[in-house]
């Protein structure tokens, strides 16, 4: 990118450089002929100085018959549309009223009324349409104005064009890339982990995994191919991956982790759809895994299928926020990867320096919506689409920081519910035994709001096998009733509301079976029994309690009913990341169709709309800025040009500024640049003297040339204009309706060193190797226009994202 912010920097220098090549003797070769009357189309025609110009409005007649104003880059429907011309001054000094399109179409505008009148036809064969106007005078000079039209609506909205980039990249690509993409998902999954971490709710109290080296990666991908299998239609990517030295610690129960491992790896297969729409409704990167994931740990641990689960289940839609990136540090970022200089002739010019003060407004975001491609997905290549967009800082929003709340929950709840159920089980234990000697044994106060076990200490030992634990725990049962061993209908043992502690020893095995996961308790001792209250026959029934604990058979639990609402799922709804939100706006796809495909040499295919480049070139070329293009020009040209070889002169201004932002047409199979009524004005202190407009119409060819890649440069003739509208000095009238602009273009390669005919610049293939590492191909990068699409064919071994994960980071 940024040879091409350079190229449009050369250009801009080519429209520059018509002006010096007029002011510096050149015959302009192809200025008005000998004998040519100035009404003839195409006949050059003086101008009128800034004092003594009429002020020119062009209106146009709308459907309603009436006449309206007209402004520079307004849409006008091709066909002949009915034009007038307001005129203010003096009458009496016009002759007549000509509208042209600047070249040799020329229609004469006739008096009605107040304004001069003409059919005018309006050509589709350009996305431009410059207007001339010139007032002739009887003094033989014009008063002269411009309006250029647009004769499409491309780059007039700010809106996303959803199919403004095409895609395929090879298998062979992807695999030379792998450790690329291995470092993006290595960093999503460093914000996921510290996400997770961070919303934890008591669940997970802590997940990480890596050598704790940012410097390092800690993840090896170990598949990364495209796909297009029925069973995951969506999908356009098969992953598998292993996660390195994973420290995962959840359920917490008093300080203690029920479940824990380290430095555990974990494998991780996935089917991946990307997708362009978060749950909200906004565009964001969304990789959807269609529940196809499944995840296992190298290492056995307690509940570890539960946790597999837990993952897989958790793994289904990952949202981020779009990717975006501020334009400036973007070109920043490439810039520092790409040589400063490009080659002209046998010359290194140093285009930092060159083009130093040539500065664009670009304090933007630029926004990327991608999405995949599935229809166009297979076994070979990966086919992605995307739009961009190019926004100010204000018009994007800033997350709420809200996310999704961490679930509220009790992991202890679940311990008080097993050991509730190993009391409930002993107490009907005893009750059965004695029957008819004990007649009441209950405990809680009959409130379901209220807790009626309490633990009071607990705590986790190592059993020897990954599947078990052994807890020891002490806890309280609240309000014990107790009626026993009844005379004459008095009960003999009794309590009342008596709290009874309990100390025991138990072991936990996890067992999965028929899809079931239970957990087995098994009571290993009952090591204290206690009543807050001394009652008569107290030891004994303390006795009874804990003979039958220590009695009861084995009893399953299942994990639903143990956990339930409590699993270490990995809730990344919140982990969407910091970074500006994509604005809202108008969403078109594109009229033009790409044909994405790869030959049998390239292993990439990427595929730019004319409709979306052009907008984008609207709002980084907004209306309204200029540039002193002096300091441009001096160190290209200072010894070879008078007027540049002493230093400037104080109070002297080369000034330059677009009417319209430049569009490109790539309707046909050609590159070309649209540009009219490039203004240039000469001033001395701050005041104009004279003032000139230049239309371009460029057609950019790239070839590879032996180990460069050669830009030739070259004209559409007939839609390349220059034109002297102000002329204080009243010398320059000779180079009006010149052919100057399409003499300079085609003597430029001659002028910067090279032979006529041959390129304007070259580009070192190895200075792409920063971006792609080029196979040894006879043509390993192509540049092409087909059909409303800029095309870049590349036979590439290996691509470097590491620039582009710098710059859309956040």
């Known amino acids: 990118m940024k040879h091409l912010w350079n190229s449009i920097k050369i250009l ?52 309603s018959g009436r006449f309206g104003a007209v402004h520079d880059g307004m849409y006008v429907q091709p066909g002949t549309r009915r034009l007038a011309v307001r005129v203010e001054g003096d009458q009496a000094t016009i002759d007549r009223v000509f509208i042209s399109d600047g070249g040799v179409y020329q229609v004469e505008a006739l008096g009605e009324g107040d304004l001069y009148v003409c059919d005018f036809d309006i050509r589709d064969s350009r996305l431009y349409n410059g207007v001339l106007v010139q007032v002739i ?284 159920a190993m009391v409930d089980e002993a107490f009907a234990e005893i009750k059965d035994d004695y029957d008819g000697l004990v007649t009441t044994l209950s405990y809680g106060d009959g409130n379901p709001d209220t807790d009626d076990i309490a633990i009071d200490s607990l705590s986790f030992q190592g059993s020897g096998t990954a599947n078990t634990k052994t807890v020891r725990a002490r806890f309280t049962i609240s309000d014990v009733d107790l009626r026993a061993v009844s005379l004459f209908g008095i009960s003999l043992i009794t309590t009342k509301n008596n709290d009874l502690a309990i100390e025991a020893t138990c072991r936990l095995t996890y067992r999965r079976t028929g899809g079931v996961d239970e957990v087995l308790l098994d009571v290993l001792s009952v090591d204290d029994v206690d009543f807050d209250d001394s009652f008569l026959g107290d030891c004994v029934v303390e006795d009874l309690v804990a003979r039958d604990i220590e009695d009861l058979d084995t009893f399953a639990i299942a994990i639903d009913d143990m956990l339930d609402g409590i699993d270490p799922d990995f809730d990344l709804s919140g982990c969407s990341g910091q970074g500006p939100l994509f604005p809202e706006v108008l969403e078109a796809y594109s009229p033009y169709m790409w044909d994405l495909g790869l030959s049998q040499e390239d292993t990439l295919s990427i595929a730019l709309s004319q409709d979306m480049v052009n907008g984008i070139l609207a709002q980084v070329f907004e209306p309204g800025f200029e540039w002193d293009v002096y300091e441009i020009l001096r160190p290209l040209l200072g010894e070879d040009f008078a007027g540049f070889q002493a230093e400037r002169k104080e109070g002297e201004e080369t000034i330059m500024r677009l009417s319209v932002p430049p569009v490109v047409d790539l309707r046909t199979d050609l590159i070309r640049m649209e540009l009219d009524d490039v203004v240039l004005a000469y001033r001395l202190d701050g005041q104009a003297r004279w003032e000139a407009s230049l239309d371009l119409d460029l057609i950019l060819t790239a070839q590879v040339l032996g180990d460069d890649l050669a830009f030739y440069l070259s004209t559409v003739p007939e839609n390349c204009h220059f034109h002297i509208m102000r002329d204080n000095p009243g010398n320059l009238g000779v180079f009006d309706h010149s052919n100057l602009v399409n003499d300079v273009v085609e003597k430029l390669p001659e002028l910067v060193g090279n032979a006529p005919g041959g390129p304007l610049f070259t580009i070192g293939l190895d200075s792409i190797d920063q971006f792609l590492v080029l196979k040894d191909t006879a043509d390993p990068v192509r540049i092409r226009a087909y059909q409303g699409y800029l095309y870049l064919d590349a036979a590439a071994s290996r691509a470097d994202l590491s620039w582009l994960m710098d710059a859309f980071s956040r």
């Open 12 to 63: 801009s220098a080519i429209m520059v450089f018509s002006i010096l090549v007029s002011c510096s003797g050149s015959d302009g070769s192809g200025g008005s002929a000998g004998g040519e009357s100035i009404y003839d189309p195409g006949a050059s025609v003086p101008a009128r100085g800034y004092s003594d110009s009429c002020p020119i409005e062009l209106l146009i007649r709308d459907a």
């Open 137 to 420: 005078h009887t003094d033989g000079r014009a008063s002269k104005e411009k309006v250029v039209f647009r004769t499409t609506t491309e780059g007039m909205d700010e809106q996303l064009i959803l199919d403004g980039i095409g895609m395929m990249v090879s298998q062979d690509l992807l695999d030379g890339s792998r450790d690329q993409v291995e470092e993006v998902i290595d960093g999503m999954l460093a914000a996921m982990f510290a996400c997770i971490e961070d919303q934890d709710g008591g669940i997970i109290s802590r997940v990480s995994y890596g050598d704790g080296n940012p410097g390092t990666v800690d993840i090896d991908i170990q598949t990364l191919e495209a796909v297009q299998v029925d069973a995951y239609p969506a999908a356009v990517l098969h992953i598998g991956l292993t996660v390195r030295d994973v420290d995962l610690s959840a359920v917490a129960i008093y300080g203690q982790d029920l479940v824990s491992t380290t430095n555990n790896d974990l494998e991780v297969d996935a089917y991946v759809a990307l997708e362009d729409l978060l749950d909200d409704g906004t565009r964001g990167l969304v990789l959807n895994l269609l529940d196809s994931t499944v995840v296992s740990f190298t290492d056995d641990f307690f509940l570890r299928p539960v946790v597999e689960d837990a993952i897989s289940s958790g793994l289904t839609v990952i949202e981020q926020l779009p990717l975006a990136a501020d334009i400036q540090e973007l070109a920043d970022a490439i810039g520092s990867r790409m040589p400063m200089t490009v080659t002209i002739g046998d010359t290194e010019v140093d285009l930092d320096e060159l083009f130093g003060n040539l500065e664009l407004d670009l304090d933007r975001y630029l926004f990327v919506d991608v999405y995949g491609l599935p229809e166009e997905t297979s076994a070979n290549a990966l086919a992605l689409g995307a739009g961009l967009l190019a926004t100010d800082y204000e018009e994007a929003g800033s997350p709420d920081g809200g996310g999704s709340a961490a679930p509220a929950v009790d992991p202890e709840a679940a311990f008080m519910d097993m050991f509730s």
